[in-house]
């Protein structure tokens, strides 16, 4: 059974940091690209960034670089590191799998101002 856990949400102020981890089981992970998406408070889902088995990434243009997504294979997990937090970035987090179509449960950020 294919499944992604994500972690490492939580409050934050603007401009701070966050990391968060998404954990994949029953699958070959270092095959499998991999997705972050968000979903703000009234707002549609929305592609945040990628990475595929080969490392190569790619990010939403509204992130101006601030977010990096990145994995390590051994532990088959993917993360995504955030600075530089805006009130805008309140969103539920979600990790997914495009091969298999499955998500995780999603992580809950929210940056006060």
């Known amino acids: 059974q294919v499944q992604l856990v994500e972690s490492g949400g939580g409050l934050v102020q603007v401009g701070g940091s966050l990391r968060l981890s998404c954990a994949a089981s029953g699958i070959i992970f270092s095959i499998n690209d991999m997705n972050w998406y968000r979903r703000g408070p009234g707002k549609q889902r929305e592609l945040v960034a990628s990475i595929n088995m080969g490392g190569n990434t790619n990010y939403a243009d509204s992130l101006e670089g601030r977010f990096t997504i990145s994995r390590d294979n051994a532990k088959n997990t993917v993360y995504l590191q955030m600075n530089s937090l805006k009130p805008e970035d309140t969103a539920v987090y979600y990790c997914?799998?495009?091969?298999?179509?499955?998500w995780g449960q999603g992580t809950v950020v929210t940056v006060s101002s």
């Open positions: 997914h799998l495009p091969m298999r179509g499955v």
